[in-house]
């Protein structure tokens, strides 16, 4: 990808989130496919959790765009930080 390890935590500025459309889900599809595979963002954001958590919330709403998903979504990768 020509991504050095200094410039992975840059990655994730509004600009770049602004690009992709992650809000496919539907309010009340609060299943737990977002919980499984959010751990690789807080993994990639360890450095600055604020944007970890941030953007765990904010990646549930790939398939499920219910509160209570971005809510365990934030929640674990505080933990995961």
């Keep these: 990808l020509g991504v050095s390890v200094d410039q992975i ?4 500025t509004d600009e770049r989130l602004k690009d992709f459309p ?5 309010e009340g599809t609060a299943g ?6 959010v751990a690789s963002v807080p993994l990639l954001f360890f450095r600055q959790p604020s944007m970890a958590v941030e953007y765990s919330g904010l990646s ?7 509160a209570r998903s971005a809510d365990a979504c934030r929640y674990s990768a505080a933990l995961i930080v």
């Design 9 to 12: 935590d840059e990655m994730g």
């Design 22 to 26: 992650v809000d496919c889900g539907k």
């Design 32 to 37: 737990n496919g977002a919980l499984m595979r």
């Design 60 to 66: 549930s709403n790939t398939t499920h765009a219910d």
